[in-house]
């Protein structure tokens, strides 16, 4: 096929569709494949290389006759289909990168679209070696990157690479490959097609123009969503303890343009006097706007995408034609509401059509929620802001109903040497003491996970000099400090993690082993790191410093592989070691197209 590229504009990659062999010599003009030697420390590593399954494909195509395809059995080994040096113009800014990729029994591993930018004489200036990436069993689809070429490149090299970091196994097909000078990057937009038929209106909801319906909160409404039939004009219901916050949502869908919407709620009445006055209901309009996913999460790959992403407090909002927008009504019992069921009326209005009034129900339960015990539910947290922003943010936490934090900030106190004395000044304005006295006015008491910045490692190592024994005395010294001043101000535990994800991140690997060992010469203190799951062959360098293991997502030994077995041999191990397994980045609504890393901390 000729070299055509996206809207007419001039696609620079001869060959794009792979369908020329005018030399016939079984290959595609202008594209080789290489797996031996495909890393430069290849040699190094040790490992005999298999080579994968490799074809110029004529039986599955995306169009035209022939597609590059390349599979793998082990995840020693890896192959890549290059284009070598293509030409290019030095002044162009980026270049908008397009191919059609298949994907089938991917595992542990990702198809990657790269581009290696080539200066005068072959020299090597960078790469973007993730410009596009697949990761999960995809049916044909088109993928979109950007490559922002550096100074001085005369030509660009792009590569097709299956299991380049030597992680796992799978199979990929490559089709129309297309790169196009542009001045400017246009993220590629997906959307979340709900493909169930609108019901069938009645005359009157035709009239207004709109439909209410109702949906569990715990589903995300898009402005793409369809209700269901059983969910229009239903009526809507939720239970809670008295002192508990408890949602319910619905949204309105438009079949014409809506002007002004605003939706409002009566007091809840009871039996007798007994009511929840308006004040505790709170109505909010879901905001909507564009956003990246994770493409690890499976199909849905990090493109942009318009998605639900927090309670706004407009007080009225437009809604276009053929347009979802949910509303979450959130209401706060008072603890000392009595029990019973309380009834009031949400009615949504517009500024062109007529109002539709919504039954809202709630169930007063005859119980008292109690603490739990040794239960660790928080958010990660980097305290910012003003006194007021502060203080908010930590009394919207514990009234949500988490237990704990990880309290991401410095320790934030002078340090000063007094010979080989440490001195630690806590003057109130610290990071980490001006945290520990907001976490406890707020309410909270259990145990603190502190991810400690990175203000006393470096001190200590730079007072040390490289002398790792007085390196080790220093940092006692500093947290022997803190928790003299914790004991004496009544604060909570600590739970110290020295370092961020060391397993994953292995040049912190070091510094997290010299940390955990001074923490854990000092009689009763806890510690934790995060991520072994992201690198398991490191787990057991720290396994037996740690008293807690935060893995990410949820119960695997391996990041995106579920082992019934092998997790719980696991838990067993860590019963009879005395240790605690938590969970981070824990997306409950993985299989959503909108992820966004929401920051549900440990459970």
Not at 147 to 162: A, C, E, V, Y
Not at 290 to 310: C, E, I, L, N, T
Request: hydrophobic share 35%; glycine share 8%; proline share 6%.
């Amino acid at each position: 096929a000729a070299p055509t590229g996206v809207n007419g504009s001039e696609n620079l990659i001869p060959n794009c569709s792979f369908e020329v062999d005018a030399n016939g010599d079984g290959m595609p003009d202008g594209w080789r494949f290489d797996w031996k030697y495909t890393h430069s420390n290849d040699r190094e590593r040790g490992i005999e290389k298999q080579k994968p399954q490799m074809r110029w494909d004529n039986t599955v195509v995306r169009c035209g006759n022939r597609s590059l395809y390349v599979a793998n059995e082990r995840p020693e080994d890896d192959g890549v289909w290059t284009l070598v040096d293509m030409p290019v113009d030095g002044s162009v800014k980026y270049f908008k990168l397009q191919t059609w990729i298949k994907t089938q029994d991917m595992h542990d591993t990702e198809a990657l679209v790269s581009g290696v930018f080539i200066g005068d004489e072959g020299k090597w200036l960078g790469a973007d070696y993730q410009a596009i990436a697949v990761n999960s069993d995809r049916d044909w689809t088109r993928f979109t990157g950007y490559l922002q070429p550096p100074k001085g490149t005369t030509s660009i090299r792009i590569r097709l690479w299956l299991n380049m970091r030597y992680t796992g196994t799978g199979a990929v097909w490559y089709d129309d490959v297309s790169l196009v000078p542009t001045d400017r990057i246009v993220p590629p937009i997906q959307r979340y097609e709900d493909d169930r038929p609108m019901p069938t209106m009645t005359a009157e909801q035709q009239a207004k123009g709109y439909v209410c319906y109702v949906r569990d909160y715990l589903r995300l409404v898009f402005p793409t969503s369809v209700p269901a039939e059983d969910e229009i004009d239903a009526s809507l219901s939720c239970f809670a303890a008295p002192g508990e916050k408890e949602p319910v949502a619905f949204a309105i869908r438009s079949t014409r343009d809506l002007k002004a919407v605003r939706v409002i709620c009566t007091a809840l009445e009871g039996v007798g006097d007994a009511a929840i006055a308006r004040e505790h209901i709170s109505v909010r309009p879901v905001r909507y706007g564009k956003k990246k996913g994770q493409s690890r999460w499976g199909m849905f790959h990090a493109d942009v995408m318009v998605v639900p992403q927090y309670l706004a407090t407009d007080e009225s909002v437009d809604i276009g034609k053929d347009t979802s927008q949910q509303y979450w009504i959130t209401v706060s019992v008072p603890r000392d509401t009595p029990p019973g069921t309380y009834r009031g009326t949400v009615t949504v209005s517009t500024a062109n059509a007529t109002d539709t009034k919504l039954p809202l129900e709630v169930e007063v339960l005859p119980i008292k929620l109690i603490e739990p015990d040794n239960i660790y539910f928080g958010m990660y947290h980097r305290p910012v802001g003003d006194d007021g922003f502060r203080a908010a943010a930590w009394r919207d936490m514990r009234e949500h109903g988490m237990t704990t934090v990880g309290l991401c900030c410095n320790l934030g106190a002078p340090l000063t040497l007094d010979g080989d004395r440490v001195e630690v000044t806590f003057d109130g304005s610290g990071d980490l003491e001006r945290s520990v006295g907001e976490y406890l006015d707020a309410g909270f008491s259990m145990p603190i996970d502190w991810l400690m910045g990175s203000d006393v490692l470096r001190w200590c190592k730079t007072q040390a000099n490289g002398q790792e024994q007085r390196f080790a005395d220093y940092y006692r010294q500093v947290i022997v400090a803190i928790l003299a001043h914790g004991r004496q101000n009544q604060w909570p535990e600590i739970i110290f993690q020295p370092l961020d994800e060391p397993f994953e991140h292995t040049s912190r690997l070091d510094d997290a082993e010299r940390c955990l060992r001074v923490l854990k010469s000092i009689p009763g203190v806890r510690t934790e790191e995060d991520g072994p799951n992201g690198n398991p062959g490191t787990l057991e360098r720290l396994y037996d410093l740690c008293d807690v293991l935060v893995y990410h997502d949820g119960p695997m030994l391996r990041r995106g592989t579920y082992d019934a077995e092998g997790w719980r041999a696991f838990l067993n191990r860590l019963q009879h070691d005395g240790k605690e397994v938590w969970f981070y980045n824990l997306d409950l609504t993985g299989w959503h197209p909108e992820v966004l890393r929401f920051g549900y901390g440990f459970g």
